[in-house]
């Protein structure tokens, strides 16, 4: 079966780093993605890996190991705001989107 | 530049009424539209995707229906809801031409409580 693994749950304190970890097993793999999805509002793209490396947004990054089956998501100096659900998706080989259940990160000032 | 709206935002209904969401696109034509449903502690499930007019696919069997009556408009239906049906639906649409990239733009969801 697909499976995507990422904690429910985090808590970092402003101005810090914080790292998101993301992990899957799929059928196949045509590209990772994040998506930040604050309460009750619909999940926005972060970003997107098909390559191994780093991919570097301002404040966020997204780093991808394809051998490993792992990624993940890096954002720093925190701000309030950052407090989020933060969503892993990998393409199959079928160009379908499987999700993760999504970290949710809490900002602590 | 696009848009995306879906409606309505928020709404309860008994166990064995009908349901109707609707979800429309602008500023774009063609483009690939999903609706997904989102339970508590779960992953985003794929419930229905189209890629064209009167083109639906179903991902998961279940009482729920979608239909594309115009290229822009996406609706999901059912004739009788489950208590299992109770979660937060996503419209969402990406562009024919950047599917590889699986960049979704997501409407403002609809929270549905069956009780």
């Known amino acids: 079966g697909q499976n995507i693994d990422q904690p429910t749950e985090m808590t970092a304190t402003e101005g810090a780093i914080v790292q998101i970890n993301c992990t899957y097993q799929t059928s196949g793999f045509n590209g990772l993605f994040w998506y930040q999805q604050h309460a009750g509002e619909a999940p926005t793209f972060l970003s997107y890996n098909v390559l191994d490396g780093l991919e570097e947004k301002g404040r966020f990054s997204s780093f991808l190991s394809r051998s490993k089956g792992y990624s993940y998501l890096l954002l720093k100096e925190l701000q309030m705001k950052d407090s989020a659900s933060y969503l892993c998706?990998?393409?199959?080989?079928?160009?379908?989107?499987?999700w993760g259940a999504g970290t949710k990160l809490i900002i602590k000032p | 530049s696009q848009t995306i709206h879906q409606w309505p935002a928020t709404l309860v209904q008994p166990v064995g009424s009908p349901l109707s969401l609707e979800c429309t696109v602008e500023g774009t034509s063609n483009p690939n539209l999903y609706w997904y449903r989102q339970a508590a502690g779960r992953g985003l499930q794929l419930l229905f995707y189209?890629?064209?007019?009167?083109?639906i696919s179903s991902e998961v069997p279940q009482n729920l229906s979608a239909s594309r009556p115009q290229d822009r408009q996406f609706i999901l239906s059912s004739k009788k809801l489950l208590l299992s049906d109770s979660g937060f639906y996503l419209c969402?649409?990406?562009?024919?031409?950047?599917?590889?990239?699986?960049?979704?733009?997501f409407g403002e969801g609809s929270r549905l409580t069956v009780l």
């Open positions: 998706a990998v393409m199959d080989s079928n160009y379908q989107l499987i």
């Open positions: 189209s890629v064209g007019i009167g083109q």
């Open positions: 969402a649409w990406s562009s024919l031409d950047r599917v590889e990239t699986g960049e979704l733009f």
